[in-house]
């Protein structure tokens, strides 16, 4: 069974600019979670999709959002870049009600 | 608001003897706790997790003990082996704490020298 893929792996930013990341869950996963890590903070929630809906949110500003598709597949988009997103954002999958999740290798994001 | 402390950032162990990594939370609404562990350009992978009706999960070389009254849980890794150097990072979930979210400590850097 296929993992957790995100594209891109790699992307390099300027400050103001926005950016979008894609995921593709593991096949039959309906949940779909984001999370920013970054040195020192561990994995930061950013928010998590079910069936195309928005069910749960971190504490991060209105310029970080994202959707789910009916696939399952979701995206995360930022707009308005700063230098402090600079990050590894990785995207998690799992069955409906269960704990444990499914980690893609993430994508690293640099602004500049 | 770190409602997950993994207060130690790294840990070194020496091949075959015990590795013990500790958590504690605050939130006394997470019912569900699971441990990771992730390798450099990797995502992390699932480990092994507790409920919190338990305070005793085992599988193989690792246990994971649970201390509600403290809200303290533990990872042991025994015995541990060069390939168990990785960060582990503790998490916490539960439906009632606003849907299903899971919160994240820092993590823990282990090296387990040969």
């Known amino acids: 069974k296929a993992g957790v893929t995100q594209t891109p792996r790699y992307l390099i930013k300027t400050r103001g600019q926005q950016v979008t990341l894609s995921c593709s869950p593991i096949s039959g996963h309906r949940s779909v979670s984001w999370y920013q890590q970054t040195p020192g903070q561990g994995l930061q929630f950013l928010f998590e999709?079910?069936?195309?809906?928005?069910?749960n949110k971190g504490n991060f500003p209105g310029r970080f959002s994202g959707r789910q598709f009916s696939n399952s597949r979701s995206e995360m988009n930022v707009s308005t870049l700063e230098l402090g997103d600079s990050a590894l954002y990785l995207c998690?999958?799992?069955?409906?009600?269960?704990?444990?999740?499914?980690f893609g290798p993430g994508t690293r994001l640099t602004v500049t | 608001d770190q409602q997950v402390k993994q207060n130690s950032p790294s840990l070194s162990v020496q091949e075959g003897r015990i590795s013990i990594l500790n958590c504690d939370y605050t939130?006394?609404?997470?019912?569900?706790f699971l441990w990771y562990k992730k390798y450099p350009a990797e995502g992390p992978t699932f480990l092994i997790s507790i409920s919190s009706i338990k305070d005793k999960n085992e599988d193989g070389r690792f246990t994971v003990f649970l201390n509600k009254s403290a809200k303290h849980l533990s990872l042991h890794i025994v015995p541990s082996q060069p390939g168990d150097s990785a960060v582990y990072f503790c998490a916490a979930s539960g439906q009632n704490t606003g849907g299903f979210k899971t919160i994240f400590g820092a993590g823990t850097r282990l090296f387990v020298k040969a």
């Open positions: 998690a999958s799992t069955w409906d009600g269960r704990f444990e999740q499914y």
């Open positions: 939130n006394s609404m997470f019912d569900y």
């Open positions: 999709y079910f069936s195309e809906t928005q069910r």
